[in-house]
C-alpha cells in the first residue's frame, strides 16, 4: 500500500522549513512518501477565513491521491497545524498530526481552533511542548480527554519550538504515521 503524508509549515515558513525536512527523512524511512507546501500567502497575512491555505493542502493531497497514494494524511507546524486541522474537520484525512498546536495563545482564545481539534473525526496526534505558551497543554489534555481519536504526546521541557526535544516529536510522528496510515 502508497502511503505519504502533506506536510504544512510554521507560519510564514516554506516547504524547506527544517523541522519539515526532517519529517519528510523519517517518514521516508517508513516508505512514507511527503510533500512539503509553502502557502501562497506566505510574507503577507493569511487569507480571509485561511481559504487560500486550505486550497494550498487539498491540491498537494489530491496530487498525492493522484499519484496512487492510498492513505494520505496532513501534517502540520504550528500554523500549518491550524490549517491542517481546519481542511480535517471539511474533509477527514486518513491521519492529521499537530506539531505544536498554537491553540490558545495568551490572552488570545481560539475558540474555532479548539472547535476543529474536538471535532477530528480521524486518527490524530498533537505533539506539544510541556511548556508551549502558544498550545497550553492543559487546553490540550481537555480536549483529547473528550475524543478517543486524539493521541496527545507531551515533550518534556519544550516549548513551541521544541528545541532539544524537536528529534523526539519528529520521531514520535513518523512512527505514529507507520502505525496508523498500515
Given at each position: ?94 491521519a492529521l498530526v499537530i506539531l505544536g498546536h498554537p491553540i490558545a495563545p495568551p490572552k488570545r482564545p481560539r475558540q474555532r ?44 521541557g519544550a516549548g513551541h519550538d521544541f528545541g532539544p526535544g524537536e528529534p523526539l516529536a519528529v520521531a514520535t510522528a513518523a ?8
Amino acid at each position: 500500500m502508497k502511503r505519504a503524508a502533506v506536510l504544512a509549515p510554521g507560519y510564514g515558513g516554506t516547504a524547506e522549513q527544517p523541522i519539515l525536512q526532517k519529517l519528510g527523512a523519517a517518514l521516508g524511512g517508513f516508505a512514507i512518501a511527503s510533500q512539503a507546501v509553502t502557502f501562497r500567502t506566505r510574507g503577507s497575512r493569511p487569507s480571509k477565513d485561511y481559504l487560500s491555505e486550505i486550497e494550498d493542502l487539498r491540491g498537494a493531497r489530491d496530487a498525492l491521491r493522484a499519484a496512487g497514494h492510498e492513505r494520505v494524511a496532513l501534517v502540520g507546524r504550528s500554523f500549518g497545524g491550524r490549517i491542517c486541522a481546519f481542511l480535517a474537520e471539511r474533509e477527514p484525512p486518513d491521519a492529521l498530526v499537530i506539531l505544536g498546536h498554537p491553540i490558545a495563545p495568551p490572552k488570545r482564545p481560539r475558540q474555532r481552533d479548539e472547535a476543529a481539534l474536538a471535532g477530528t473525526t480521524c486518527p490524530t496526534l498533537v505533539v506539544q511542548g510541556e511548556k508551549d505558551e502558544l498550545g497550553p497543554f492543559a487546553v490540550l489534555e481537555r480536549i483529547a480527554a473528550n475524543n478517543p481519536r486524539i493521541d496527545l504526546v507531551r515533550i518534556a521541557g519544550a516549548g513551541h519550538d521544541f528545541g532539544p526535544g524537536e528529534p523526539l516529536a519528529v520521531a514520535t510522528a513518523a512512527r505514529w504515521l507507520d502505525s496508523v496510515l498500515r
